[in-house]
């Protein structure tokens, strides 16, 4: 398993913009996908964006034009511009990535907060 650090979370107010990073501990391979996650109390986890080797990106329907994807595949490395958050944003937002292997690994999450 990978170990996966996120940063950046924080609280901004609703059209505001914020940037969330993760870096993976093991950088001797790259991971064949990786991507963000979020949860808010109450809800499902949903994915939110994913970028695969070939930058291939994936978005939730709610967060499209708004966020955007992008990975440093030498350190394996993701980041997240979240930009005219919205309050339905607020969510803990977990990184996540997938190996050759097809085997998974999550972050230990970061908050996000929209409000004004």
């Known amino acids: 398993q990978v170990q996966l650090v996120e940063s950046g979370g924080g609280l901004v107010r609703p059209g505001g913009s914020l940037r969330l990073s993760c870096v993976a501990s093991?950088?001797?391979?790259?991971?064949?996908?990786m991507g963000w996650s979020r949860q808010s109390p109450g809800k499902q986890r949903e994915l939110v964006a994913s970028i695969t080797l070939s930058g291939n990106t994936t978005y939730a329907n709610s967060v499209k034009g708004r966020f955007t994807i992008s990975r440093d595949i030498a350190n394996n490395a993701v980041s997240l511009q979240m930009n005219n958050l919205e309050p339905e944003d607020t969510a803990l937002y977990y990184c996540s990535s997938v190996d050759v292997f097809n085997s998974p690994s999550w972050g230990q999450g970061t908050q996000v907060t929209v409000s004004s």
């Open positions: 093991r950088k001797s391979y790259p991971l064949a996908r």
